[in-house]
C-alpha cells in the first residue's frame, strides 16, 4: 500500500519560476527520500531527510518535513526546463528497508 | 563509478510465456530491491535482498513472481506465464545501509509489455 502521497498530481510553472510539491504520510518514518523520474524510467535520488532535521538544502532544492504533521515539501527554486520530471517521496515506516512510494507531482516547466 | 544496469531495456512477450529481467547491481552494494512500476502510479515493492540473509518476498504478486539473487551480484526476476496485467516498468535498485538508511540507486528499468 502506499504510505506517502503526493499534492498536486500536476504542476506546470513558468520557467524561473519556484515549484512546490507536499508529501503526506501514515506511520512513524525513520527518514524521507525525494525522487525525481524522467521519462517514466529510471529514479534518481535527489535528497534524504531525516526523522530528527527539519530542513535540508541541496542546490536549488530545499526540503522541510514537519514529522507532528508527517508531511513533507520539496521546492524547486528558479526552475529550469530540465527540471520537468515526476516527483516522489518516498518513506522507510520505521526504518523499514521497504520504500513506500507516493504516485508523484509530475512538473511540467514552460520555456 | 558504473551505476545500476538492468536489460533488457524493453521486452515485449505474449501472454503465457515466461520472462527473465536481469539487475546488475553498484559494486558493493549489499542490499537490492525489485518495485514494480504501473502506468501513471508508484512504485510497488516486489522483493529484497540483504547480503546472505533471506529474501523479504513479501511483495510478489504471485507464485508466477520470483527472483535469485548470487551472493551480492546480479539478480534476476522471473515471471512465468505471464498475464496481460504483469506490463509494467520493473525497476532495480541497490543501495549499502548504513545507520538502518537504505539510500536507493535505481537502474533505468525494463519496460514490459504483454500482448
Known amino acids: 500500500s502506499q504510505q506517502g502521497e503526493e499534492d498536486p498530481q500536476a504542476l506546470s510553472i513558468q520557467e524561473g519560476e519556484n515549484a512546490t510539491m507536499n508529501c503526506s504520510y501514515k506511520?512513524?518514518?525513520?527518514?524521507l527520500q525525494w525522487y525525481r523520474q524522467n521519462s517514466g524510467r529510471g529514479l534518481v535520488h535527489l535528497i534524504l531527510?531525516?526523522?530528527?532535521?527539519r530542513e535540508k538544502h541541496s542546490g536549488r532544492l530545499r526540503v522541510t518535513l514537519d514529522t507532528s504533521k508527517k508531511s513533507s515539501s520539496l521546492l524547486i527554486t528558479a526552475s529550469r526546463a530540465a527540471d520537468t520530471a515526476s516527483y516522489f517521496c518516498?518513506?522507510?515506516?520505521?526504518?523499514?528497508?521497504?520504500?513506500?512510494f507516493g504516485a508523484g507531482t509530475t512538473v511540467t516547466v514552460r520555456a | 563509478g558504473a551505476g545500476v544496469s538492468q536489460s533488457p531495456s524493453n521486452k515485449v512477450t505474449e501472454k503465457g510465456k515466461d520472462v527473465e529481467l536481469r539487475c546488475d547491481p553498484i559494486?558493493?552494494?549489499?542490499?537490492l530491491y525489485w518495485y514494480r512500476q504501473r502506468l501513471g502510479q508508484g512504485l510497488e515493492f516486489l522483493i529484497y535482498?540483504?547480503?546472505?540473509?533471506?529474501?523479504?518476498k513479501s511483495g510478489l504478486p504471485s507464485d508466477r513472481f520470483s527472483a535469485e539473487r548470487t551472493g551480492e551480484s546480479v539478480s534476476t526476476l522471473t515471471i512465468q506465464r505471464t498475464q496481460q496485467e504483469d506490463s509494467a516498468v520493473y525497476l532495480c535498485?541497490?543501495?549499502?545501509?548504513?545507520?538502518?538508511?537504505?539510500?536507493?540507486?535505481f537502474g533505468p528499468g525494463t519496460r514490459l509489455t504483454v500482448t
Open positions: 559494486s558493493g552494494h549489499t542490499a
Open positions: 506511520t512513524s518514518i525513520n527518514n
Open positions: 535482498f540483504q547480503g546472505n540473509s533471506a529474501p523479504d
Open positions: 531527510i531525516r526523522s530528527n532535521e
Open positions: 518516498a518513506t522507510d515506516a520505521n526504518g523499514d528497508y521497504k520504500l513506500s
Open positions: 535498485a541497490s543501495s549499502l545501509v548504513v545507520g538502518g538508511t537504505h539510500e536507493q540507486y
